[in-house]
């Protein structure tokens, strides 16, 4: 099993900044590809940012593009999700996942999930 453990999220006004933590434990072999996702109350959970093992492959949602940034540090288990020029609208819940394949990731399928950390961003 994997426990996934977020941290970072809070208040911030339009304009701000939040870096995200998600710190992995347990069978961290399962951890090759991790996320960002988030989700707001009647809306699905969309796939924010996803980075591979070695952070050769990423994705971006257009939404962020330009104004977030996904890293990891394998020697510490943690995927990063750096957050700049927050907008109102990227207030959510935000959930980091993890996989053995960026596939699963991609596609939403990933078998490991943490219990999200709110972001609240105000105008």
């Known amino acids: 099993q994997v426990q996934l453990v977020e941290s970072g999220g809070g208040l911030v006004q339009a304009g701000g900044s939040l870096r995200l933590s998600c710190a992995a434990s347990g069978r961290t072999a399962s951890t090759s590809a991790m996320g960002w996702f988030r989700q707001v109350p009647g809306k699905e959970r969309e796939l924010v940012a996803a980075?591979?093992?070695?952070?050769?492959?990423?994705y971006y949602a257009d939404s962020v593009k330009g104004r977030f940034t996904i890293s990891r540090d394998n020697a510490k288990n943690t995927v990063y999700l750096q957050m700049n020029s927050l907008k109102p609208e990227d207030t959510a819940v935000y959930y980091c996942?993890?996989?053995?394949?960026?596939?699963?990731?991609?596609?939403?399928?990933?078998?490991?999930w943490g219990q999200g950390t709110q972001v609240t961003v105000s105008s």
């Open positions: 980075i591979s093992w070695g952070g050769y492959s990423s």
């Open positions: 996942a993890a996989d053995s394949t960026y596939s699963a990731i991609k596609n939403s399928r990933a078998a490991f």
